[in-house]
């Protein structure tokens, strides 16, 4: 099954919104086995609609539309699907009753005749009812092609595909079954997983593919099989991903759409163990990576961002010469911060991270991307180094995904 997907709205095109929609469309449309071929983003345009619905409706089995279908004159897609489809539009009595009823719900009644021309549809379209809001969906089946439109509030469009549209184009064109498996790494980049694993790799059946999908300091190994039997590809598929975890065992720390903080999160709770940060450079985001996740309170005891070597000082306990002697970026600085922390927050584990963020601020000696962390436990205190780039934001995300590796790699071997 061939998809085109088209986003609708001046808003994507001046980059006022990002279009998330596609992305997660496509992700969803490929678990059902259906290849997304094009992703159009269009102006809010009766004529950009009907040629790139020309262009579509040429190459692919369904498209998928979304955006144009609210209240007001900039929304378009209704009355452009009907002219493209040589359609009346006809007054729709299900979707007046259930706007009716929605705004009577949240206490905000409307008239009838202030909705009128919300709940007129193209008379050839099935109406996909929206539980979501008040702009529900359309089917189109035209020349043997199919044409879904929803709308492009992302909360909206993500309940028609899950209850309406998906379930309606597996039974519409059905198709063989894809299954995935995710592989979830940190700590090696995608280069060197890719020479560890080449043997797997080149032995993979032909109807089996593997992708790599990197990103700061991690890399997802994915999966995907199409076959027949769905039984025989769950089973090949789990097989496959054993073997890449045995190969890659020390840097994979979960599967599927796990986070490295969620799967952290279990290994402190599972061994009982506390943990705190002293953070430098990265002003709280490992805490914030910490305390994304529910139930940390369980285990995260607190934080000190000590940004100032004054806080250092007067808060962890950095010794004034340590400061002097070896600067707040150094491997003794931290060691000392990470210890300050577990024994101000009486915890198990202590992570202290300090560098320099960028873009400014470094020297020959320590070049801006500059980053010591370390770690504290109950027998003793470890530090690492890392060199990035000069990028402020990308620096702060991977010192924390390194300290966050840390913890995972002690915990593991506790």
């Not at 409706?57 to 539309?65: G, K, P, S, Y």
């Amino acid at each position: 099954m061939k998809i085109h997907i088209i986003t609708i709205g001046d808003e994507i095109l001046i980059g006022q919104v990002v279009d998330t929609n596609s992305a997660w469309m496509a992700g969803e449309l490929n678990l059902i086995g259906a290849r997304v071929n094009y992703i159009h983003s269009i102006s809010d345009n009766v004529a950009a609609i009907h040629t790139t619905l020309d262009g579509a409706m040429d190459d692919a089995d369904a498209v998928l539309l979304t955006g144009g279908l609210g209240p007001t004159k900039d929304d378009l897609t209704k009355k452009a699907l009907a002219d493209y489809f040589g359609a009346a539009m006809v007054f729709h009595q299900p979707t007046q009753d259930w706007i009716l009823a929605l705004f009577e719900r949240i206490g905000r009644p409307v008239k009838p005749e202030a909705i009128h021309d919300q709940c007129m549809m193209p008379a050839n379209a099935e109406i996909l009812p929206n539980k979501m809001g008040t702009a529900p969906g359309m089917w189109f089946e035209h020349k043997g092609k199919v044409v879904v439109s929803m709308p492009g509030v992302p909360s909206e469009m993500k309940y028609l595909m899950q209850y309406e549209v998906l379930p309606k184009l597996k039974a519409h064109f059905g198709g063989k079954p894809i299954r995935h498996r995710t592989i979830l790494t940190v700590g090696e980049g995608e280069t060197v997983i890719a020479g560890r694993i080449a043997s797997i790799e080149d032995n993979l059946p032909q109807h089996v593919k593997l992708a790599y999908l990197p990103a700061v300091g991690q890399v997802r190994l994915r999966l995907t099989g199409i076959a027949e039997d769905a039984t025989a590809l769950e089973r090949e598929l789990d097989e496959q991903a054993a073997a890449i975890t045995a190969c890659l065992s020390d840097i994979v720390y979960g599967f599927g759409d796990t986070t490295l903080e969620a799967a952290i999160g279990k290994l402190l709770l599972a061994r009982g163990l506390t943990i705190s940060a002293a953070e430098s450079c990265t002003g709280g985001h490992f805490s914030h990576s910490i305390t994304a996740i529910p139930g940390a309170s369980a285990y995260f005891k607190g934080a000190v961002v000590a940004y100032d070597n004054a806080v250092k000082m007067a808060v962890l306990g950095v010794r004034e010469e340590t400061l002097k002697n070896y600067g707040a970026v150094s491997e003794q600085t931290v060691l000392e911060m990470a210890q300050g922390a577990r024994e101000l927050l009486k915890t198990d584990l202590a992570v202290s991270i300090s560098g320099i963020a960028g873009p400014d601020g470094g020297s020959p000696e320590k070049p801006v991307g500059t980053i010591w962390m370390a770690i504290a436990d109950k027998n003793g205190v470890w530090a690492q180094k890392i060199v990035r780039g000069k990028d402020r934001l990308s620096n702060i995300q991977y010192a924390t995904i390194q300290a966050l590796n840390m913890v995972r790699k002690l915990l593991e071997n506790t």
